[in-house]
């Protein structure tokens, strides 16, 4: 169930982009894609993102020596049901978009030195509540998801990518309560145009706080 394996790294830009699970991770991927030249590395995101990527001529590139060539020919033709298998091979092969550090350094090599690292991170108890409504919905008991989801979804976990040794490896964090804000900080210091934030994976729900919703 290793599924904690996503980044990009820019070294135009001296950067890289952990990605951690529910936290908005993908809207600031989509985002910073378009800022990319030949040489950085974009994982892919999903099947469906990396069409409409595409779309816009932006392909993932520099994540596998081996399934590269074969992503980027089911992409161009488009093709969904050609392109899924492949992607499990890449989330199987440990380096995607949710990649752990020691994925990252080995992958991008002296860059992981002199890189700006940062990452998204949000309250465990809402990202706990967001995984449960995105995952069940509002299929039986709430509370026999959330204790499911807490215990056993790897998705709920974020310290892993950006804590090594006991150390915070991250430079910054941009948090999932104040996401805009947060981005417009990381990408004026990055010297980026000023984005604004796709609603990626959103999910129209009530959106009471965690704390008015756990006992």
Do not use: C
Not at 98 to 106: F, R, Y
Request: glycine fraction near 4%; hydrophobic fraction near 40%; charge should be positive.
């Amino acid at each position: 169930r290793v599924r904690l394996d996503r980044m990009i790294a820019s070294r135009r830009h001296n950067f890289i982009f952990i990605k951690t699970m529910k936290t908005a991770g993908t809207s600031i991927e989509m985002a910073l894609s378009p800022h990319w030249r030949p040489d950085d590395i974009l994982t892919p995101i999903s099947v469906g993102h990396d069409i409409e990527r595409a779309a816009a001529g932006i392909y993932p590139r520099h994540f596998s020596d081996t399934l590269e060539r074969p992503y980027h020919k089911a992409l161009r033709k488009g093709n969904p049901k050609l392109m899924r298998p492949i992607f499990r091979q890449i989330t199987a092969s440990g380096f995607w978009a949710h990649a752990l550090p020691s994925a990252i350094k080995d992958r991008v090599g002296p860059l992981w030195e002199s890189a700006f690292k940062f990452t998204s991170e949000r309250h465990p108890y809402e990202k706990a509540l967001s995984l449960a409504y995105f995952t069940f919905r509002d299929d039986g008991d709430f509370v026999t998801h959330l204790q499911a989801t807490v215990e056993d979804d790897p998705r709920y976990v974020g310290h892993v990518h950006y804590i090594v040794g006991g150390k915070v490896i991250a430079d910054a964090f941009i948090r999932h309560d104040t996401l805009q804000a947060d981005f417009e900080v990381t990408t004026d210091r990055l010297n980026l145009p000023r984005i604004k934030l796709p609603n990626e994976r959103y999910i129209e729900r009530d959106r009471t706080p965690a704390r008015d919703v756990l006992s």
